[in-house]
């Protein structure tokens, strides 16, 4: 057994003031420094979208955020400008711990969305981190970070799916919470066999 801390999208967009403020977002911070001192194995992970990325509400004529709406992939939440690569709210919280192993951007084709660390948005395309963790033998995965309903939730559920041992530490997360969506994710990490602790 072989344990890695994967950290999701602790990123300026995500916490209070930035473009798609998580509420309470940046409390996960001091949290996930500590926890990441028991871990050998510390991974990033970076939403990293393009200007204009089709996961943008101001790309489409009479669209506001948080419409849902349908891709060529499936269905799709429009969300407020974010994390543009290279731009302030892109960058990770100033003081979350920088000393991880991999940072692993995701997000970065502008005609699809990518919540889950593993799959984009059409939960085909690999982002490539399933080859990263079995080549370097790590079985068990603790996930933590922004968004519990969105990020977290997708990248456990596939985590699970491929045969990881997937836990959620929730005290180290913090949900947009989208018209019940926080209950669907948790429902959803329950059914794939995710442990919520
Ligand atoms: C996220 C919405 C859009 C997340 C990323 O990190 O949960 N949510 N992009
Ligand atoms: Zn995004």
Redesign the pocket.
């Known amino acids: 057994m072989s344990d890695a801390l994967l950290v999701?999208?602790v990123?300026n967009d995500?916490c209070p003031g930035g473009a798609?403020a998580?509420p309470g977002g940046d409390e996960v911070v001091p949290i996930i420094n500590q926890m990441m001192e028991r871990f050998g194995t510390v991974l990033l992970?970076q939403?990293w979208?393009p200007a204009g990325h089709s996961?943008f509400a101001s790309t489409r004529a009479g669209a506001a955020p948080y419409d849902l709406v349908e891709m060529p992939y499936g269905p799709q939440?429009l969300?407020p400008d974010?994390?543009v690569q290279g731009s302030p709210g892109a960058a990770f919280h100033a003081e979350l711990r920088s000393d991880a192993d991999l940072i692993l951007r995701k997000?970065f084709r502008p005609a699809i969305?990518s919540?889950s660390a593993f799959f984009e948005n059409d939960r085909a395309t690999p982002t490539g981190l399933d080859g990263y963790l079995r080549t370097r033998g790590i079985t068990d995965l603790t996930l933590v970070?922004?968004?519990?309903?969105?990020?977290?939730?997708?990248s456990a559920v596939d985590a699970a799916r491929l045969g990881y041992a997937v836990s959620v530490r929730m005290e180290a997360c913090r949900a947009?919470d989208l018209d019940g969506s926080l209950a669907t994710a948790t429902a959803a990490m329950i059914n794939a066999g995710v442990r919520l602790f």
């Open positions: 999701i999208d990123q995500f798609l998580v992970t939403d979208h996961s939440v969300w974010h994390c997000g969305d919540y970070g922004l968004a519990t309903d969105f990020c977290v939730h997708y947009i």
